[in-house]
């Protein structure tokens, strides 16, 4: 297929990655341009704009950080929509609330266009493994047409209902995993003086009721940033975290629901934030709050 991708941080540069060892012909544009060109050396075409992208190809997958770069991407003066797109299909897998989704999707379906969101769960590991899982919310039309290429980039694809249901899917299964990160160091704050090893640890705690999947998949850069080593290339950090728990808080307000443990949680990644931990990967969290 002809695909363009739109934004290329660290998901969206390994999903372009994903997508070129499938065959896939791939078009990609950055706001930063320095960021397409390991995807470029790599075989894909640049655009200079999103309009650019827009143009010269049939599906356009958007990975970007927030309602506001969504926004400007689609409906700024050359952005994606400021073209002709009729016929064509957009992917938008940004963790985003649904209302934005909503906004989007109705810009893109008065183009002509077709328009599925399709948020993923999982890391840069999976996502070039083709390993990711998929939140769909679109028309049942829309999304089987998007079907066969999110199957080559996740392991799993729900359609959860129309366009919004993605989005809430993606905030709810973030939102445990997020906040563990936070009750594994309190944890260990309760056994690490045994001096075990931490591999040791992750090992014990993974096997668990109250151990989730993430151990056996992090588990490995978690120990090693808990012995005080490199946990590796960054894929997760702690900025994109706090993003996400702002988002969660706005939704719940915006569904009359309090998410207290969600606010405790953003203040603690806050203040690791304020002491230089924003772009740190989130296997090393545990060992600043240990600290």
């Known amino acids: 297929m002809n695909v363009g991708i739109a934004g290329l941080g660290r998901m969206g540069a390994a999903i372009g990655t994903r997508l070129l060892g499938q065959g896939h012909t791939l078009t990609v544009w950055n706001r930063s341009r320095d960021k397409t060109k390991p995807l470029v050396a790599a075989g894909a075409a640049p655009a200079g704009t999103p309009a650019d ?21 689609y409906a ?26 909503k906004a989007i999707a109705q810009k893109v379906k008065a183009k002509g266009a077709a328009f599925v969101e399709c948020p993923v769960g999982g890391s840069t590991g999976p996502a070039k ?11 049942a039309e829309d999304f089987a047409r998007a ?77 090693a940033a808990m012995a005080g080593k490199s946990p590796g290339p960054t894929t997760f950090d702690v900025d994109a975290i706090r993003k996400d728990l702002r988002t969660m808080i706005e939704e719940g307000k915006a569904l009359g629901t309090d998410l207290p443990v969600v606010a ?25 709050w240990l600290q």
């Open 53 to 73: 992208l827009a143009r010269a190809c049939d599906v356009i997958l958007t990975i970007l950080t927030d309602a506001g770069a969504i926004d400007a991407v």
């Open 76 to 101: 700024g003066p050359s952005g994606l929509l400021s073209t002709e797109v009729a016929g064509k299909l957009f992917i938008d897998m940004s963790t985003v609330r649904p209302e934005t989704s």
């Open 129 to 139: 493994d083709g390993k990711l899982l998929g939140f769909a919310g679109a028309d």
């Open 147 to 223: 079907q066969p290429l999110l199957a080559q980039m996740c392991r799993r694809v729900e359609h959860c209902g129309p366009v919004g249901a993605g989005a809430s899917m993606k905030l709810a299964i973030n939102l445990p995993l997020l906040v563990y990160w936070r009750a594994f160091a309190e944890a260990m704050a309760l056994c690490r003086h045994l001096g075990k090893d931490p591999a040791w640890f992750i090992d014990v705690f993974s096997d668990t009721s109250g151990g989730p999947n993430v151990l056996k998949s992090r588990g490995p850069a978690l120990a």
């Open 264 to 288: 405790r949680t953003l203040e603690l990644y806050d203040a690791a934030a304020r002491d230089g931990m924003g772009t740190k990967d989130v296997a090393e969290i545990v060992s600043y």
